[in-house]
């Protein structure tokens, strides 16, 4: 029994040190790029570091799958739902079938460490609970994809009225729609910048300027950008004066940004009361768990248990959503 506990604290004093280590490197990054801002590029330093190492041996271990991955058809057809999170500097190192192979390695080790989890416990996973934890592992990265795929939305719909003010003042002064979205993609900062290069690149390719604007539209999945690209549609079949176009799209865009900002200081205080009561439920939970262990034992130990707790999932999500609905307000 001694063992066992040394062997729980032996584990907890490793995960500590490892979650400190995560967020010690995240807030390092974080001020390092809001640094790097305001400083001169440092001297060059071709010298990897064991973490840059290990991270290389990764991505080649990732690059050799690719002929086997992508022999299974259904895998390769899957695959290709992840070419919109491929970054445009990453275009020549990865490929949409690396995403598969990362999600398999993902749910390995989310198995692996849910098993090593099990001596705090001292209890043996059953099968279907070992298939259970392999598949929560597996769409771990899809769930990670998927919020910072929103994030990278909204950075990109903040920052589009700046993009449009850069491609006018570049066609004021004379320049080309390919020479315009290159100055964009060059003045801009991420996310926004990556898909103004993936434009370019399609130009360059010989695409015309309604098609790349379209394609840009769908990527991102925003009105202000289907606005835009249907606006060069128009203009390219129509005619007219480009500049008047772009100034026209910048003052709509201008207003729209203004009275959204405005809702949302309208609004603040409300979602604040939003956020605080979806809340509370899950403190009352840790508190009452806190005071009384034993308390929810019976949701886990009989069928209705876990049909009272599937009933609360859902009532919360449907909570959610109805919330989101009522708060949601149309610019």
């Known amino acids: 029994m001694d063992s066992i506990i040394l062997l729980q604290i032996i584990f907890t004093v490793i995960l500590f040190i490892i979650i400190i280590l995560m967020l010690r490197q995240s807030i390092s990054l974080k001020k390092e790029k809001r640094i790097g801002y305001y400083s001169l590029d440092p001297i060059v330093d071709n010298s990897l570091s064991l973490i840059d190492k290990l991270i290389d041996k990764y991505f080649l271990f990732v690059k050799s799958q690719r002929k086997f991955i992508g022999k299974i058809k259904f895998l390769k057809k899957k695959s290709r739902k992840y070419e919109k999170y491929i970054k445009y500097k990453y275009r020549e190192r990865f490929e949409a079938i690396d995403f598969i192979t990362n999600k398999l390695v993902i749910s390995f080790n989310f198995l692996l460490l849910t098993i090593f989890s099990q001596v705090f416990t001292i209890k043996v996973l059953s099968i279907y609970e070992l298939i259970i934890n392999y598949f929560i592992g597996y769409y771990l990265l899809d769930i990670y994809l998927f919020f910072d795929y929103k994030r990278q939305i909204r950075l990109i719909e903040n920052e589009l009225l700046r993009a ?59 009105e202000e950008a289907v606005y835009l690209s249907s606006s060069l549609t128009i203009l390219n079949k129509t005619g007219g004066n480009i500049v008047e176009v772009f100034s026209s799209i910048e003052r709509t865009l201008f207003d729209k940004k203004k009275l959204r900002e405005e809702l949302k200081n309208i609004t603040a205080s409300a979602n604040m009361i939003v956020k605080i009561l979806l809340v509370v439920p899950f403190i009352f939970i840790g508190i009452i768990y806190i005071l009384n262990p034993n308390y929810f034992d019976p949701l886990f130990s009989s069928p209705l248990g876990y049909i009272v707790i599937a009933l609360i999932v859902v009532m919360l999500i449907i909570y959610l959503l109805i919330l989101r609905k009522i708060m949601k307000v149309e610019v």
């Open 164 to 222: 449009i003010i850069i491609m006018n003042n570049a066609f004021k002064a004379g320049k080309s729609t390919l020479q315009a979205v290159e100055i964009a993609s060059l003045e801009l900062p991420e996310p926004i910048c990556d898909e103004f290069k993936k434009m370019y690149l399609d130009m360059k390719y010989g695409l015309s300027v309604d098609t790349v604007f379209e394609r840009f539209a769908k990527r991102v999945n925003l």
